[in-house]
């Protein structure tokens, strides 16, 4: 288990203080009532452990790629000291076969735009190995809409992701759509969320 719950070993996503609660109010609506929810790419951990309280009902599997991020999260979970929050994953998107063989429910947040299209392909085939059929994978983040005029910010932050690896960058929602149902997920409704943001909802088919 990577880390030890020292404070010094926990990151801070300032954006996470930010879109938390927004992010809660959707997934209201949007989590089942009960079962695992599996968050793909929990970063920091401090999503995990906010949602975990918010949704007691629920449990939260945590998971990420990367071994600093595991620390991280171990570290909140072992200061917010829930029940229903799991020691978090190694779980990379991309990979063929992942560390859990179903839940209830996919949470990906931030991970989209800040990884490779393949992570974003293996996302969806995971989801289609892991889910129920009708049991939600729900995605946040910023994307592009055909002809919905994209904000300066979003292209700002767009041609800087890029910048700094041309793998990266703001998904076309059409192709993250025609990408999830290929893998057997239909797109089911979109929200808009502050700072020109978007919640994606697809279901298992």
Known sequence: MPGDGAPAEKRHA????????????????????????????????????????????????????????????????????????APPLALDASAPEWPLDRAGAILCINMVHISPWEATLGLFAGAARLLAPAAPLILYGPYVEPDVPTAESNLAFDASLRSRNPAWGLRDTDAVKAAAADAGLAF??????????????????
């Open 14 to 85: 300032p954006a996470t203080l930010r879109n938390r609660d927004a992010i809660v109010a959707v997934l209201a609506d949007w989590l089942p009532v009960a079962g695992t929810v599996l968050e793909v790419a929990s970063g920091s951990g401090e999503h995990a452990v906010h949602f975990a309280a918010a949704f007691p009902q629920l449990d939260w599997q945590p998971s990420d790629p990367d071994p600093a991020g595991l620390t991280s999260i171990a570290a909140y979970r072992a200061e917010a000291g829930l029940v229903n929050i």
């Open 188 to 205: 089911a409704e979109r929200r808009a969320m502050p700072a020109n943001n978007l919640m994606l909802l697809f279901r298992r088919t």
